[in-house]
């Protein structure tokens, strides 16, 4: 069982920059990818960028390619989400998440944390 905690959310204005991290509690938590998902006021859910369990690999959805950068450190048991010229469209609930097996986003995930605020103003 892996259990995640976020943290780093807040407010900020467009244009600039938050740094998410996620840590994880468990022995597996080297052994599966991680990713972060977000989930905006009377929308769905949706994903934002995954990792492989090695970090040899990301990947990014098309809204946030070239701003968005996932990193973890199986060391410490952390995954991070480095979030640059943010815009107001960015605000929502994120959430750190663990899936067993490779990375993908047509499949449910496993491991989920309890989400963090980030709000983007205009």
């Known amino acids: 069982q892996v259990q995640l905690v976020e943290s780093g959310g807040g407010l900020v204005q467009a244009g600039g920059s938050l740094r998410l991290s996620c840590a994880a509690s468990?022995?597996?938590?080297?052994?599966?990818?991680m990713g972060w998902f977000r989930q905006a006021p009377g929308k769905e859910r949706e994903f934002v960028a995954g990792?492989?369990?090695?970090?040899?690999?990301?990947y990014n959805a098309d809204s946030v390619k070239g701003r968005f950068t996932i990193s973890r450190d199986n060391g410490k048991n952390t995954v991070d989400l480095q979030m640059n010229r943010l815009k107001p469209d960015d605000t929502g609930v994120y959430y750190c998440?663990?899936?067993?097996?490779?990375?993908?986003?047509?499949?449910?995930?496993?491991?989920w944390g309890q989400g963090t605020q980030v709000t983007v103003s205009s």
């Open positions: 998440a663990g899936r067993r097996g490779i990375l993908t986003t047509g499949r449910p995930w496993d491991y």
């Open positions: 990792i492989t369990w090695s970090g040899t690999a990301t």
């Open positions: 468990g022995r597996t938590f080297s052994s599966i990818a």
